[in-house]
């Protein structure tokens, strides 16, 4: 082939080439723009639509277990644009709750003033929502679940002796928390056990080796690890009481190994800091000597604590500070703080009274009726709504009593929570949990035929259960067999 038919080719190839060339760049710029003009219109369209659109939600936040177990806890909802300001008005809760709104740029805070109910599926609906400039409103919902609830209690054996944790809504016994021989009393602090046990004979010595002295240990839930609290010497543990937030707890300790009414400790009042030194630390009274108390509660979150003296004063005294005790009045019996901490139900030689503990002033509570006849109350506590979950005494014919456990708003007419059947056995201690969703109390089914553990320390019925019954239904949720229910 000649040079210049060999040149006519390559311009040809070359020709065809850009030809390629400029038809696949036309038709790159024709989708590109395309694409363009379609983002542009779906963007154009979206833009429309959010002015024709309130603000929404984008994300939300809240601790559900935190919830159920401290009031003041919070809902965030993330809004996707900044909202105007929003009346508590506009806020639904189902099931209901008192709540408080509070409003920053995107962000709504919807607060719960008082502890959830477990085991509830809550919905929040924030309706009537606008932006900053725009008049188009729009609504934000979100559903949450709360968690189970959680009970703790002892359940004695022949042997061996077990500290458990049960769910509300659970079968069976529940878990294992911590298992030894002669468990007397225990209080969780935390995420720590703490547990009083028979101490060995050997620390009272060879001439009273059977006095009911305690030894206290540490369980830490987490790793299992068990560790001993230095107790003075020969002392028996007669309660536990545990800080709501916190890592203290305090104790009431008597000698023993002595004659009655002597030795250093008599139903005295001391405080343990399990995240501290974890020493006992003694707690004065008016006069500087430890102070003697037949029961104690702290007040709070903080290490302030009521209370009820051997001398029937009701006294609050900070330990951590080192203030005398400040007298509140004279009881004849205090049964505790209610659930928001905000007053305490006692009983004087006149009947009831709940003592305002900001600003100490009192109300005279009388049990209503029960079925239309007239009760003697007894063992009261109350819910932050002031409901009182109250043993009462009835009389019968016969001139006999009968203990039940009763619902009371003041309206004239008590509910029934709890009675044995036939009116054989008996109540015990009970504890209104902290939420006042259920109450926990101990029954005894049959008392004529009650056999005692015969335990030296806090003897208690073999055949004593433990009922878990809703508040609001009187419906008994739960039984477990052993007795000293925490929440």
Request: glycine share 10%; aromatic share 6%.
């Given at each position: 082939?000649?040079?210049?038919?060999?040149?006519?080719?390559?311009?040809?190839?070359?020709?065809?080439?850009?030809?390629?060339?400029?038809?696949?760049?036309?038709?790159?710029?024709?989708?590109?723009?395309?694409?363009?003009?379609?983002?542009?219109?779906?963007?154009?369209?979206?833009?429309?639509?959010?002015?024709?659109?309130g603000?929404?939600?984008?994300?939300?936040?809240?601790?559900?277990?935190?919830?159920?177990?401290?009031?003041?806890?919070?809902?965030?909802?993330?809004?996707?644009?900044?909202?105007?300001?929003?009346?508590?008005?506009?806020v639904?809760?189902?099931?209901?709750?008192?709540?408080?709104?509070?409003v920053?740029?995107?962000?709504?805070?919807?607060?719960?003033?008082?502890?959830?109910?477990?085991?509830?599926?809550?919905?929040?609906?924030?309706?009537?929502?606008?932006?900053?400039?725009?008049?188009?409103?729009?609504?934000?919902?979100?559903?949450?679940?709360?968690?189970?609830?959680?009970?703790?209690?002892?359940?004695?054996?022949?042997?061996?002796?077990?500290?458990?944790?049960?769910?509300?809504?659970?079968a069976?016994?529940?878990?294992?928390?911590?298992?030894?021989?002669?468990?007397?009393r225990?209080?969780?602090?935390?995420?720590?056990?703490?547990?009083?046990?028979?101490?060995?004979?050997?620390?009272?010595?060879?001439?009273?080796?059977?006095?009911?002295?305690?030894?206290?240990?540490?369980?830490?839930?987490?790793?299992?690890?068990?560790e001993?609290?230095?107790?003075?010497?020969?002392?028996?543990?007669?309660?536990?009481?545990?800080?709501?937030?916190?890592?203290?707890?305090?104790?009431?300790?008597?000698?023993?190994?002595?004659?009655?009414?002597?030795?250093?400790?008599?139903?005295?009042?001391?405080?343990?800091?399990?995240?501290?030194?974890?020493e006992?630390?003694?707690?004065?009274?008016?006069?500087?000597?430890?102070?003697?108390?037949?029961?104690?509660?702290?007040?709070?979150?903080?290490?302030?604590?009521?209370?009820?003296?051997?001398?029937?004063?009701?006294?609050?005294?900070?330990p951590?500070?080192?203030?005398?005790?400040?007298?509140?009045?004279?009881?004849?019996?205090?049964y505790?703080?209610?659930?928001?901490?905000?007053?305490?139900?006692?009983?004087?030689?006149?009947?009831?009274?709940?003592?305002?503990?900001?600003?100490?002033?009192?109300?005279?509570?009388?049990?209503?009726?029960?079925?239309?006849?007239?009760?003697?109350a007894?063992?009261?506590?109350?819910?932050?709504?002031?409901?009182?979950?109250?043993?009462?005494?009835?009389?019968?014919?016969d001139?006999?009593?009968?203990?039940?456990?009763?619902?009371?708003?003041?309206?004239?007419?008590?509910?029934?929570?709890?009675?044995?059947?036939?009116?054989?056995?008996?109540?015990?201690?009970?504890?209104?949990?902290?939420?006042?969703?259920?109450?926990?109390?101990?029954?005894?089914?049959?008392?004529d035929?009650a056999?005692?553990?015969?335990?030296?320390?806090?003897?208690?019925p073999?055949?004593?259960?433990i009922?878990?019954?809703?508040?609001?239904?009187?419906?008994?949720?739960?039984?477990?067999?052993?007795?000293?229910?925490?929440?």
């Amino acid at each position: 082939m000649s040079r210049t038919s060999s040149e006519k080719l390559e311009r040809v190839a070359e020709h065809s080439r850009r030809l390629r060339d400029d038809r696949a760049e036309r038709r790159f710029r024709t989708r590109f723009w395309m694409l363009v003009a379609g983002l542009s219109l779906v963007g154009a369209v979206f833009l429309i639509l959010g002015a024709f659109q309130g603000p929404k939600l984008s994300t939300a936040q809240i601790d559900a277990a935190r919830a159920v177990e401290q009031p003041g806890q919070q809902l965030r909802l993330f809004a996707n644009q900044p909202v105007d300001a929003i009346d508590p008005a506009q806020v639904s809760v189902e099931p209901a709750a008192e709540i408080a709104v509070t409003v920053q740029n995107e962000l709504v805070t919807v607060q719960f003033l008082d502890r959830l109910a477990w085991s509830t599926e809550y919905t929040v609906r924030v309706e009537e929502v606008t932006a900053p400039g725009r008049t188009v409103a729009g609504t934000m919902e979100h559903r949450f679940t709360t968690p189970d609830g959680e009970l703790l209690y002892l359940d004695r054996g022949e042997e061996t002796d077990e500290v458990l944790r049960a769910g509300i809504e659970g079968a069976g016994r529940g878990d294992v928390l911590y298992s030894a021989p002669g468990i007397q009393r225990f209080a969780l602090v935390e995420n720590a056990l703490l547990v009083a046990r028979d101490a060995p004979d050997a620390a009272l010595g060879d001439e009273a080796p059977d006095e009911g002295a305690s030894l206290i240990e540490i369980v830490n839930l987490d790793s299992g690890r068990t560790e001993e609290v230095r107790l003075p010497s020969a002392v028996r543990v007669e309660s536990m009481i545990a800080s709501p937030a916190g890592t203290t707890a305090a104790l009431v300790l008597t000698s023993v190994g002595v004659p009655a009414g002597e030795g250093e400790f008599q139903q005295s009042l001391v405080t343990l800091d399990l995240g501290g030194a974890r020493e006992v630390q003694p707690v004065a009274g008016l006069d500087g000597a430890l102070l003697r108390v037949r029961d104690a509660w702290f007040a709070g979150s903080g290490t302030g604590m009521l209370a009820h003296t051997l001398d029937g004063v009701l006294v609050q005294v900070d330990p951590e500070a080192g203030t005398p005790p400040l007298p509140l009045g004279d009881y004849r019996e205090v049964y505790g703080p209610s659930s928001d901490g905000g007053s305490l139900s006692a009983s004087d030689d006149f009947g009831g009274v709940l003592l305002d503990l900001a600003s100490g002033e009192e109300e005279r509570i009388n049990p209503s009726l029960f079925e239309g006849d007239v009760v003697f109350a007894g063992e009261t506590f109350v819910t932050a709504q002031g409901l009182r979950v109250q043993k009462v005494a009835v009389a019968a014919l016969d001139g006999s009593f009968t203990t039940l456990l009763v619902a009371d708003d003041g309206g004239g007419a008590s509910r029934l929570l709890a009675r044995t059947i036939d009116d054989r056995g008996s109540l015990g201690d009970l504890a209104l949990a902290p939420n006042d969703q259920y109450v926990a109390i101990e029954v005894t089914p049959v008392l004529d035929e009650a056999v005692s553990d015969d335990r030296i320390v806090d003897p208690q019925p073999t055949s004593v259960t433990i009922a878990v019954i809703e508040v609001a239904t009187g419906a008994v949720v739960r039984t477990l067999e052993g007795f000293a229910p925490a929440w």
